[in-house]
């Protein structure tokens, strides 16, 4: 697929899609997989995770366009939702957000010795 000004070309895509969808989707996968591959170490897992509950919306819509409905509400939640972005920044702006990162409880941690506590 060729790029024009380091983006995708949307003309080519768009043909692609029309004329072999078997190809456009390896194509589109391999696309999502490499841009995965270069985000940094610790969002890959994150990354990975996401594009998979995307894929599974893809999958459980009946059309293109439900699909694209069901993908727009989950990003929707995640903005507007609760614990969302919205909720996030209101927390930064009130200083709740620091005063619940610092507030959280304390634990007695019970080491787990191989063959203590064990039942066959």
């Known amino acids: 697929m060729e790029r024009t000004g380091g983006k995708l070309d949307f003309d080519c895509w768009l043909k692609l899609a029309s004329t072999d969808l078997l190809a456009f989707e390896a194509l589109r996968r391999s696309t999502i997989d490499e841009v995965i591959r270069q985000a940094p170490k610790a969002q890959q897992d ?35 939702g609760e614990g969302g972005l919205v909720d ?31 039942r066959n």
């Open 46 to 80: 994150r990354l990975r995770r996401l594009q998979w509950r995307i894929d599974q919306e893809r999958r459980r819509s009946g059309s293109p366009m439900g699909a694209c409905i069901r993908i727009s509400r989950m990003m929707w939640e995640q903005m507007m």
């Open 88 to 118: 996030r920044l209101h927390d930064l702006g009130s200083g709740a957000y620091s005063a619940r990162a610092g507030s959280g409880k304390s634990a007695k941690v019970i080491p787990l010795l191989p063959g203590r506590g064990r």
